[in-house]
């Protein structure tokens, strides 16, 4: 396409950027396509951005999502699209490559090597070219036998390839024996596991046609390994052209594509279609390369009868042959070799040079001089190609061990930081150069966060924005004047965000190697944050409920000391008030009722004197008697006097003879002289208890006797239990029907007798496992 000085000058000034859907780049059918797409882009001054997904519909987790790199593709970051379809759509048919193009952007689209109906598309028919190989194959190599390892179901480019294959072998007279036609993926291990097939199966073939090259290598070492001489017993045939076929053993007979023209012509279209122009459909046309694995003997690799360039023959290579012819016309063979070892510096270094040679030659007087100087040059051709593959294969493995550093590297970084710092320096070790990360943000992948930007300025991790911007707004637009590379960083199934490397670097293999690696060190440097935000999160929750819960135990504890006061408290107002209680009976009650009883006895005197109502009157001086009796009694019994005068001993005997005159049930009561206790508040509490139980056992047990034993231990034990501290012990036993089984969840005496004793350091217990009951006090 021819473009004048006002166009270009437009071109630049609206900035247009072309975007380009395409897989992995390390096929080599892809990287020949890229390869033509940059050097055309860069030779109009448009930039390009390779969005790298992976093939549209795949079955396989990562590939879907690896997709995501396509939807971020938008409006806002490109002004068209070219999309090699025949890379990308392997599991779509017709109907699903329709929808592939339909984009409710309505970007300006090129499609690159399937036809789609109503889009621009850049093609190739290989027809022509695969005819002319079968042909060769059955009348220069009597093959008769033809297996086929095809493309997947409903791939239009396959289809187009095997039909031409059928109706060659047609023209030719042979029937195909559809048994020996195998389905692949166009990918190296389906070619393989297909071939493998063939073989187990015991198929007889003497030709092998493989719709693509990488299905083709594949079987070449298949049938090799089974014993199968690729080229004298099988041929196997490829298609596409791509240079590991050259060096495979034995060299690759195949279908050339222009792969390189593929993507300079669909670039040239889009800008068509980007300046508002009519673009049409554009098919090239394949060259057959007859090589030794369809059982041609080795030879040249280009025609030396040659006269004249080639059609598309470039100005560069017009000029180089010129001044060529010259020198070699003036005899000046120093100058002449010098010329050409500076122009092998070019890509075009190999078999298109021995074609120029030809040219050359052709156009200079023949004779010996000429003949050993165009000799010469072929050598030299062939020592700079020689020398070119050993550079290439020396900067493949440098290349690789880099990476393998790099892996290495960004797998012992555990944090973020560290991992970016790390990456940015492996950038710039593999000739990349600085570029782009971004993590995605919230569902659907709307946003995203810059974590490595080139010297880092603005800081990583700034504000998220818009993931079709691309790039933050802050680095604005004059990055779409080049030439980028959009990996997406994919974990398993997860997309987690993207790599923006700049594009043309000498190994495209490596952006896919990039993307793995860092995936998977991102993923982890992830994970390990998500695990010390839990854990700070955890200490903060911790260290917060760690607060409430001191601060609820220091409540807890005020109100147990609060509560242990208001029980306290409430013992001794019961203490105190029963003290005052059976006081105020002693002193009030008691002398008032004897008060009554000496009016009653002067009256009981006057009236005997007038001997009258003498038995009425006896009677009331008996029950007041009694009743000052018992008021007395129960005074004792509220307020023990004598226990801080005789002791406790005394007072429990005391009130063992009280419970006798108001029980009929007999109560023994035994107590050893060493039974003592100093401390009256104890004593107190002891005395309330066995006062409590004693209660119990008489008026609920129903037992015939009732003992209370007050004695001293001396420590000793049985000789298979532990010794026992010495210790005074009061207790109340009965013989009845031992305690209910509800008393002790409704008996308020019973929760009254345990409050007393863990108030005052008594071992209380309560046995009912035999018949009756004993409540022991144990105080050591």
């Known amino acids: ?188 291990d389906s070619g393989a596991a297909a071939a493998r097939r063939l073989v187990e199966n015991g198929a007889d073939f003497d030709a092998l046609v493989c719709l693509n090259d990488r299905m083709a290598l594949g079987a070449v070492g298949v049938l090799e390994a ?46 068509e279609l980007m300046e508002g122009r009519e673009a049409p459909d554009i098919t090239l046309s394949c060259v057959p390369a007859l090589r030794q694995s369809c059982g041609c003997p080795p030879s040249r690799n280009y025609d030396p009868n040659t006269s004249r360039l080639p059609a ?53 007087a023949d004779g010996p001089e000429t003949r050993e100087l165009i000799e010469f040059a072929r050598v030299l051709i062939g020592e700079i190609e020689s020398r070119s593959q050993g550079a290439r294969r020396t900067a493949a493995d440098e290349r690789s061990a880099t990476l393998l550093e790099i892996s290495a590297s960004l797998a012992a970084s555990f944090e973020l930081p560290a991992m970016l710092a790390r990456l940015e320096a492996g950038l710039i070790r593999l000739g990349v150069g600085p570029g782009y990360l971004a993590l995605f943000e919230g569902e659907g992948n709307i946003r995203s966060r810059m974590l490595l930007q080139p010297n880092n300025t603005p800081p ?125 009976i002693h002193d009030d009650l008691c002398q008032h009722l004897a008060g009554i009883a000496m009016f009653v006895t002067a009256l009981r005197e006057k009236l005997e004197a007038e001997k009258v109502g003498t038995a009425a009157v006896n009677r009331i001086r008996e029950l007041l008697s009694e009743s000052i009796a018992r008021a007395k009694q129960i005074a004792r019994g509220l307020f023990p006097t004598g226990l801080e005068e005789d002791g406790l001993s005394a007072a429990i005997e005391e009130l063992v003879e009280m419970a006798k005159q108001s029980f009929s049930t007999p109560i023994e009561f035994r107590t050893s002289p060493d039974f003592v206790l100093a401390d009256t508040d104890r004593a107190l509490q002891v005395y309330r208890i066995v006062q409590e139980a004693l209660s119990n056992a008489l008026k609920h047990s129903g037992s015939d006797r009732v003992e209370v034993r007050l004695r001293r231990t001396n420590g000793s034990n049985g000789p298979d239990t532990p010794a026992l501290r010495p210790a005074l012990v009061a207790e109340v036993i009965d013989y009845g029907t031992g305690l209910p089984a509800d008393l002790p969840s409704r008996g308020m005496g019973l929760r009254i007798m345990r409050y007393r004793a863990e108030k005052a350091g008594i071992k209380l217990e309560i046995d009912c496992s035999g018949r009756g009951t004993r409540v022991s006090c144990r105080l050591e």
């Open 460 to 584: 990583a991790g700034g504000q998220p924005f818009k993931t079709v911007s691309l790039l933050p707004p802050l680095e604005g637009g004059e990055w779409r004047h080049g030439s980028w590379v959009l990996e997406p960083l994919v974990f398993q199934s997860e997309p987690l965000g993207y790599l923006l490397l700049p594009g043309g670097a000498p190994d495209p293999a490596v952006y896919d190697t990039l993307r793995k690696q860092v995936s998977s060190a991102i993923k982890g440097a992830l994970l390990l944050e998500q695990v010390r935000t839990h854990e700070h999160r955890l200490e903060a929750e911790v260290k917060r409920r760690t607060a409430e819960l001191t601060r609820t135990n220091a409540e807890l504890r005020r109100e147990i000391e609060r509560r242990v006061r208001l029980e306290d408290e409430v013992v001794d107002i019961s203490n105190r008030t029963m003290q005052r209680i059976g006081q105020d």
């Open 1 to 188: 396409m021819v473009e004048g000085s006002g166009r270009k000058a437009a071109r630049k000034e609206r900035s247009p950027t072309i975007g380009v859907f395409t897989a992995e780049l390390d096929d080599a059918y892809q990287v020949a396509v890229w390869r033509g797409m940059e050097e055309r882009a860069r030779e109009l001054a448009v930039g390009i951005v390779s969005f790298l997904g992976s093939r549209v519909s795949s079955k396989f987790p990562w590939e879907a999502a690896a997709n995501v790199a396509y939807r971020i593709a938008d409006k806002k970051n490109v002004d068209g699209l070219v999309i090699v379809t025949s890379a990308i759509a392997t599991f779509l048919d017709v109907d699903g490559l329709g929808r592939l193009f339909e984009r409710a952007d309505r970007l300006p689209e090129v499609s690159v090597g399937v036809k789609i109906p109503g889009i621009v598309s850049v093609s190739v028919d290989g027809s022509a070219a695969i005819t002319e190989v079968v042909r060769h194959l059955v009348r220069d190599h009597g093959r008769t036998r033809f297996a086929l390892i095809d493309g997947p179901a409903g791939h239009p480019e396959g289809e187009q390839r095997a039909r031409a294959v059928r109706q060659a072998l047609v023209a030719e007279g042979i029937d195909f024996d559809e048994r020996l036609a195998a389905v692949g993926t166009f990918m190296q």
């Open 226 to 271: 089974s014993g199968r001489r690729v080229g004298e017993e099988v041929s196997v045939i490829g298609f596409d052209g791509i240079e590991a076929g050259r060096y495979v053993t034995p060299p690759l007979t195949t279908v050339i594509q222009p792969l390189r023209d593929l993507g300079r012509r669909s670039v040239d279209a889009l800008v």
């Open 312 to 364: 598309d023959a470039t100005d560069i290579e017009r000029t180089t042959v010129e001044e060529l012819t010259r020198l070699a016309q003036a005899g000046n063979r120093e100058e002449f070799i010098v010329r050409l070892n500076r122009s092998l510096s070019s890509p075009l270094a190999g078999g298109r040079w021995n074609e120029l040679l030809s040219v050359v030659r052709a156009a200079v």
